[in-house]
């Protein structure tokens, strides 16, 4: 009931004005970038972040994040369908079926089953973030500092061995990112590291510059390196004919139950460890190939198949706020994007959130449901409009992103120096493009690098030292254990297959030998 009351306060903050006009900006920022094919939420999310020194509420600031977040996932689903190019590897299961329909005249059929379904998952999945999370953050309360070390290691590990398909590549970029949330003056020796003896570089690397410069610079510059600046063919809308919606009564009786089944494969997901939206929305896919009525169609343009990866994609977006709210913990890299809005306003996502900034809580779930609802009425209607956007010069584009880029970090600090750090991260971030290493990983692990040396030291001196304090408390191992799951499970088969392999190579070396 508690909760009720809170999200109704919420809702309060939310309906003012000056909320409703960011949130407007948001949803339709998002849809924007959503719909250009390559630049995502945390991309736009970054770029954004020196706008928000200038902010003196942090609640219209992360109004609008939300907004933008959520916006990029349904614009994603408009560039799939049209041109079938994910901006995002969360929308590839959304272009295999959405192109195809639009292939067979169904263009505005696919793109209205994406809207809805994103819609109604968004609205399940923002009702059960508003139930679960506040009991939660009740239960981390208790949570110990040996605790939260193991969750940061699950966090980590997971998303280090989820996006990337090499081990060693995403455990490097793992590191890379933990070393350069290392830089600068040690908080209890007061000494320096990896700083070059620079002076420049005691208060460390901004997680503002980091984040540009990974994700807004390093994939500009890859764009225009590889030559991707070619708009590709856009399938061409249908006029509109019958129908509620643009949907037939047959494609609402086969897109409602994939609705939902999608929504239950995204946010339970979204609230694991488990690296954002790629998995369940593939899972989703994989179900609906195989239980749906409509399997035959599948890669011919089934609506099954759009239908249940979208509402899987947005509904990962209100369970991946879960462990971000509660426990300060990001399981996708926009999500530690918008962690490091938090530490701009000087705020610490975990249970006592909810207890000193529940305004601002409350009002970011309560402006989940109002920008959903701002977003089906954006979509649909103005689809001709964002269809356009598509025929936007890519040079003209990503030279504008690089213009303001460059403008948000001079903005902040006025310093040439920092420009300067931004651009050879953004080389970095290139090059580890270029050589097929994960991104997240290093975000991930620059943002909560410090957070996870200052719990192990805490756990350490609670321990007098003894590293075996780490062992003491069965949650603690529990979730340790689960991290070293987590870190083998996704090459499992690869490792038995392996084996097979080598048995399979040493029984006909040993049947050649006998047959001699």
């Known amino acids: 009931m508690n909760s009720f009351a809170d999200l109704l306060g919420g809702f309060g903050t939310v309906l003012s004005p000056e909320n409703l006009l960011f ?36 609640i219209p600031a992360f109004i609008m994040f939300a907004g933008i977040y959520y916006g990029a996932m349904y614009g994603g689903s408009t560039t799939s369908i049209l041109l079938n190019t994910p901006g995002e590897s ?77 081990l060693v590549r995403g455990l490097s970029s793992l590191l890379l990112g933990i070393s350069l949330g290392f830089v600068g003056l040690d908080g209890v020796s007061g000494e320096p590291r990896f700083t070059f003896d620079n002076p420049m570089l005691f208060n460390g690397i901004d997680s503002v510059l980091l984040i540009i410069g990974l994700f807004a610079i390093g994939e500009t510059l890859y764009v225009l ?88 994609n947005n509904a990962s977006f209100s369970g991946v706020l879960v462990p971000l709210l509660t426990l300060g913990l990001p399981t996708s890299a926009t999500a530690a994007v918008m962690l490091a809005a938090f530490k701009i306003f000087r705020l610490q996502p975990g249970p006592q959130l909810f207890d000193k900034s529940s305004d601002l809580v409350w009002a970011l779930i309560a402006s989940l449901f109002v920008g959903n609802v701002m977003l089906l009425a954006l979509n649909l209607p103005l689809i001709r409009l964002w269809v356009k956007v598509l025929e936007i010069p890519r040079p003209l584009l990503y030279a504008g992103i690089l213009v303001f880029a460059t403008l948000g970090i001079y903005s902040v600090s006025g310093a040439i120096t920092d420009i300067l750090i931004a651009y050879a991260i953004g080389v970095v971030g290139f090059l580890m493009r270029q050589f097929d290493f994960p991104i997240a990983p290093t975000i991930l692990g620059a943002i909560l690098g ?19 304090v780490f062992l003491r408390r069965p949650l603690t191992v529990a979730i340790l254990l689960l991290a070293l799951v987590a870190l083998v499970l996704p090459y499992a088969p690869r490792i038995v297959a392996r084996l097979r392999g080598r048995k399979t190579v040493g029984a006909g070396k040993l049947a050649f030998a006998d047959e001699d």
Do not use: C
């Open 23 to 58: 949130a407007v900006i948001g949803v339709t920022l998002g849809t924007l970038v959503g719909v250009l094919p390559g630049i995502g939420p945390a991309v736009t999310i970054a770029l954004l972040l020196p706008v928000t020194y200038n902010f003196d509420n942090p």
């Open 225 to 312: 390196v590889k030559g991707r600046t070619r708009p590709g063919s856009v399938a061409p809308l249908e006029p509109v004919s019958g129908g509620f919606m643009w949907l037939s009564r047959d494609q609402w009786r086969r897109s409602w139950a994939p609705w939902l089944r999608g929504t239950a494969f995204g946010f339970p997901f979204g609230v694991l460890p488990s690296g954002g939206a790629e998995l369940p929305t593939f899972l989703s896919y994989s179900y609906e190939k195989q239980r749906s009525r409509g399997r035959k169609e599948f890669g011919k343009g089934a609506i099954e198949g759009v239908a249940g990866p979208e509402a899987a």
């Open 90 to 166: 969360a929308s590839v299961a959304t272009a295999i079926e959405g192109h195809e329909m639009a292939k067979r005249g169904q263009a505005r059929a696919a793109l209205a089953t994406a809207a809805i379904g994103s819609f109604v998952a968004a609205l399940i999945s923002t009702a059960l973030l508003a139930l679960v999370a506040k009991p939660l953050a009740g239960i981390a309360v208790s949570f110990r500092a040996t605790d939260y070390f193991a969750l940061m290691i699950l966090a980590l590990v997971t998303v280090t061995s989820l996006v990337g398909r090499s």
């Open 450 to 468: 410090p957070e996870l040396e200052d719990q192990f030291r805490r756990a350490l001196s609670i321990g007098n030292g003894d590293l075996t």
